[in-house]
């Protein structure tokens, strides 16, 4: 049974690290989505690749964070410097794209603490 | 306006009965639309497509009206496994812009 796998699963850091979280998409996908989840504001879209290509990072703070896909099974999402407003799930999502049936497979996430 | 608007909960309904979330989005050339669904600490995983002609996978229904731009999901007969928060998810934009709604709280009490 294929998955996304994410790594770590959970990060405690002190305000001003760098946190970097990383995301092996399943083989064969071609799209992979960076998305943050808090109570508040549910699921955002942070950062979005198709092809390794990234297509949109409009959701992401530009400052502080950046995402990179460096081969096909990885993408990175990193945050520096990070801060307690951070904190949050990450998910990562991989799909195949066929157009409008983009399903995305969703990995288990890595819970952020920014303390 | 958000693109994805769902009523938050949460809906607490007995065992066995039926529940039905709506969900509006408001861009009309939203190309194609989800259910997830996402259990407590848990990632998002499909529950189903939504298709134009509507569609059905066991107890669960889900419909499209884009002339009032919202989808909706009805479970009937609900189990306890029901309990979960179900979002909804539409595509639009040049390259699939996904976005996806905070989510509706259900909660199958016994």
């Known amino acids: 049974d294929a998955r996304v796998t994410q790594t770590p699963r959970h990060k405690v850091t002190e305000m001003g690290q760098e946190v970097t979280m990383r995301c092996q998409p399943i083989l064969g996908h071609n799209t992979v989505f960076w998305y943050r989840q808090t109570m508040m504001q549910g699921l955002e879209l942070l950062a979005y690749?198709?092809?390794?290509?990234?297509?949109?990072d409009s959701g992401m703070p530009k400052d502080r964070f950046s995402a990179e896909m460096p081969d096909a099974t990885l993408a990175t999402l990193k945050i520096q410097p990070s801060e307690p407003r951070d904190s949050a799930v990450y998910f990562c999502?991989?799909?195949?794209?066929?157009?409008?049936?983009?399903?995305?497979?969703f990995g288990a996430g890595t819970r952020l603490s920014v303390l | 306006r958000k693109e994805v608007e769902q009523d938050p909960g949460p809906f607490n309904v007995p065992e066995g009965a039926t529940v039905a979330f709506n969900c509006t989005y408001s861009?009309?050339?939203?190309?194609?639309f989800f259910w997830y669904r996402q259990d407590c600490r848990k990632e998002p995983k499909l529950l189903m497509s939504?298709?134009?002609s509507g569609n059905e996978d066991g107890r669960f229904t889900a419909q499209l009206n884009r002339a009032s731009q919202y989808i909706s999901l009805l479970i009937r007969d609900s189990k306890l496994s029901d309990s979960a928060t179900y979002l909804c998810?539409?595509?639009?934009?040049?390259?699939?812009?996904?976005?996806f709604g905070t989510g509706t709280k259900l909660q199958v009490i016994p």
């Open positions: 939504v298709y134009s």
């Open positions: 998810v539409v595509k639009s934009g040049g390259y699939q812009k996904v976005t």
């Open positions: 999502a991989s799909g195949f794209d066929q157009g409008v049936k983009n399903i995305q497979y």
């Open positions: 690749f198709r092809n390794r290509a990234p297509l949109d």
């Open positions: 861009n009309s050339a939203s190309q194609s």
